[in-house]
């Protein structure tokens, strides 16, 4: 099983652009599919982005569809989320997740991320 820690996250204003990145252990990286989800204030934790084992498909929530990116480096067991024209809407905690069986079943501890207006 893998362990993730997520890091990245900060202050923005509003139009600007915050890339996360989680570091995976473990050798079984490229066997997971990984998520990025998020969670503000409030509200329940939602679904952002996912990709394959591979990286050749990536799936996104509406609401970042065209701003984020997610992509991973197998090598470095890594998975990246690139933000760009965040919006203050964007604010919460955002967490990496890994997927075997299609269930996102390890998390990580999660970084936070802050776009004043």
């Known amino acids: 099983q893998v362990q993730l820690v997520e890091s990245g996250g900060g202050l923005v204003q509003a139009g600007g652009s915050l890339r996360l990145s989680c570091a995976a252990s473990?050798?079984?990286?490229?066997?997971?599919?990984m998520g990025w989800f998020r969670q503000a204030p409030g509200k329940e934790r939602e679904f952002v982005a996912a990709?394959?084992?591979?990286?050749?498909?990536?799936y996104y929530t509406d609401s970042v569809k065209g701003r984020f990116t997610i992509s991973r480096d197998n090598a470095k067991n890594t998975v990246y989320l690139q933000m760009n024209s965040l919006k203050p809407e964007d604010t919460a905690v955002y967490y990496c997740?890994?997927?075997?069986?299609?269930?996102?079943?390890?998390w990580g501890q999660g970084t936070q991320v802050t776009v004043s207006s």
């Open positions: 997740a890994a997927a075997l069986g299609g269930s996102y079943n390890t």
């Open positions: 473990g050798r079984t990286f490229s066997t997971y599919d």
């Open positions: 990709t394959s084992r591979r990286g050749g498909t990536a």
